[in-house]
């Protein structure tokens, strides 16, 4: 079972950055397709973006193209999100998702593990 830990999360006034950390319990975790996920109140969890096991695919959503950044450090078993000119309408509990296999980095339910989310909140 890989457990995996967010942190990194606060609260930002707009136009503030944030980075959020994806620490995993597994060195297999170096073989995963990662994703980032958010869930506002309300709302369905929505993909934000996803990243392959060797960093060489990325993919974004439409919404965060430009501000946010998907990275890894296989190293160290930890995935990033750089967020930057936050906006408030990002305000959600941000989760990170691992899969081994190599499908699609969109869908939640492409995802086996995920994190317990961490709080992002972003004032006007």
């Known amino acids: 079972q890989v457990h995996l830990v967010e942190s990194g999360g606060g609260l930002v006034q707009a136009g503030g950055s944030l980075r959020l950390s994806c620490a995993a319990s597994?060195?297999?975790?170096?073989?995963?397709?990662m994703g980032w996920f958010r869930q506002a109140p309300g709302k369905e969890r929505e993909f934000v973006a996803g990243?392959?096991?060797?960093?060489?695919?990325?993919a974004y959503a439409d919404s965060v193209k430009g501000r946010f950044t998907v990275s890894r450090d296989n190293a160290k078993i930890t995935v990033y999100l750089q967020m930057n000119s936050l906006k408030p309408e990002d305000t959600a509990v941000y989760h990170c998702?691992?899969?081994?296999?190599?499908?699609?980095?969109?869908?939640?339910?492409?995802?086996?593990?995920w994190g317990q989310g961490t709080q992002v909140t972003v004032s006007s």
């Open positions: 597994e060195r297999i975790f170096s073989s995963y397709m």
């Open positions: 998702a691992a899969d081994p296999r190599l499908t699609s980095m969109r869908p939640p339910y492409a995802y086996m593990h």
């Open positions: 990243i392959s096991w060797n960093g060489d695919s990325t």
